[in-house]
Structure formats: structure tokens, C-alpha cells
């Protein structure tokens, strides 16, 4: 059978095409690492955070020389912490975020960063990020629909320089159901 030129060419293209898209789809689930829901940190009762060893007094804790654990939950329409108090961590620093949700999914984005997650309830979404040692102001926001004030759902974190920084003064948020939308999302520079 004769075959035009023409068609072997396309045929060929839409072969091409189509082990281009399978192996765009393997690169994402297996080189880029590139996982739907994080869930390494564990499951967890989204009703008792508040009995909850960690969750119940959210913050950042120091949990090595230069590594550091941020337990946050996230609620319709806040961070805590995060909204209202930013978070505070020494730049230059390993930070393990632990993020749960207290009522429906929400997202957790550290803006400029791969610190990137879904949070569920029900689960903790656990991301570990290297600060770069210049001192910076970060946004956070979520990026799932959660609601009507999903739109505010917004907070700060900042990198102080490590002689500047103190356990104390980026405990638990005080929260107050404040909604403190002033992120600054480009962060000028990046
Ligand atoms: Cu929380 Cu959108």
C-alpha cells in the first residue's frame, strides 16, 4: 500500500506528540517529585487541634542548630500563625512548616518560595524549605477556595537577621479572627 508522504509525516507528528505528553506526565510525578497532597506529616483529629500537643500552641519551635519547626493552622479566614502577627525566623535557616486545617481545605503558599502545599483537615501537610541568608519579608497565602473570605486569607513571614532573632518573639499568634491582608506579593524583587 502506498502511503502519501505527507501522511507518514503527520503520522509520525501525532506519534511524536503523544510520547511527548507521557513522558511530560512521568517527568512530573517522578523527576520533578511533584506529589498531589502532601500528607507526610501524619493524619490528625481537625475537631481536637486545641488538645493537640503542638497544634494547641501553635508557633515555631527550634528543633535543631539551625532548624527550626513551624506548627500552623489554618482556618477560614486566617493563619495562625501568620495573619495579623508575622511568623519570624532567622534567615539562613532549615524551617519544617507542620500546617493542619481546623475546619475545610485551604492552601499554603509561601510566596517566592517552593513552600507550596494543599492543607486538609484532617491531615498535616509538612514542607521543608532552606531560607536563602538574606533577611526578607515573605507573603503567605491560600490558594484554595475556602470561602467567602478566601480572597483575605493572608499572612507575613519574615527572615530577621540570626543575631535579631528570639523564640520570643514569634510565638502563637494572639488571634483575634483580624484578617490582615497587606501581603506584599511581589516583595519587590526576586
Ligand atoms: Cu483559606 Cu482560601
Redesign the pocket.
Known sequence: MEIHRFEKVWVGASILLIVGFIATITYGAVGAGVTMVNDSGGTIDPAALNQHEEFSDPGVRQVGENHYAVYIV?Q??IFNPGTGTPIELPAGSTVTFYVTSADVV??FNVVGTNVNTMVIPGQVAKVTAEFPAEPKNYGIV?H???GSG?HE?AGNLRTVPPSEFSLDGSGSADVDGETDASVDIDGGEH
Do not use: D
Request: glycine share 10%; hydrophobic share 25%; charged share 10%.
Open positions: 489554618a477560614q479566614f485551604h492552601g491560600c484554595e477556595y475556602c478566601h486569607m
